[in-house]
């Protein structure tokens, strides 16, 4: 009977020891990017972007690949909708800006730069007013926490590269083809959207 007994013991002891072994450790996923410098980092995700489906729709549902003339009238449709509006910058020169609402400094006037290689646009250019108890730096930060909500957190932040000089840090989002980038110089603070392939092809006919 006492043998019995332990056995039953042992029994139970391997039973109770069998279901507490650990399990085994999921795989840990390597960042292909941790040996990288930033710059490294945004020329490699630049490259595997330009691979996937192109992402051509950028900022007010304009379009990567818009002629000049294509531009003009969008922006017309937009200024019926209200979504932008004409102004002035000299007697002869119209431009285009539009609101963007900043948590601290609120609402801002925002001029759009367009740049085309081919007629087709390939990068668009937007330069914030810095109002005048703000600074170009404050604008950024501002920004990005606008830009990190909508987006999540930059793909890549590039440091200025003299500390001792006036600026920001570069802070990019790299998705497919397109490449979206907040920095700013010490004056002035800018909002660009890219298309790398057509860059590209613009660096190729250099």
Known sequence: ????YLYLLISLFLIACGGSAPAPEEPKE???????????QLHHRIQEGMKEEANDTLILDHVFG???????????KLVKKKKVYGVYKTKNT????????????????V??????????LYRIECLPKIPKKSSDEKVLVQTLKLFKKKYGPPHVVIPIEDEDK?????????FQNQQIELNCDGKEMMIAYTDSVREQALLDDL
């Open 111 to 120: 001029y759009f730069d367009t740049f085309y290689h081919e007629d087709e």
């Open 66 to 76: 818009m002629s000049r003339m294509d531009v003009v009238r969008y922006k017309n």
């Open 30 to 40: 390597v960042d292909p990017y941790a040996n990288m410098t930033p710059e490294e």
């Open 166 to 174: 006036e600026g920001c840090d570069r802070h990019i989002w790299v």
């Open 94 to 109: 119209r431009v285009f800006v539009y609101d963007l609402k900043l948590p601290e400094d609120g609402k801002v006037r």
């Open 1 to 4: 009977m006492k043998l019995n």
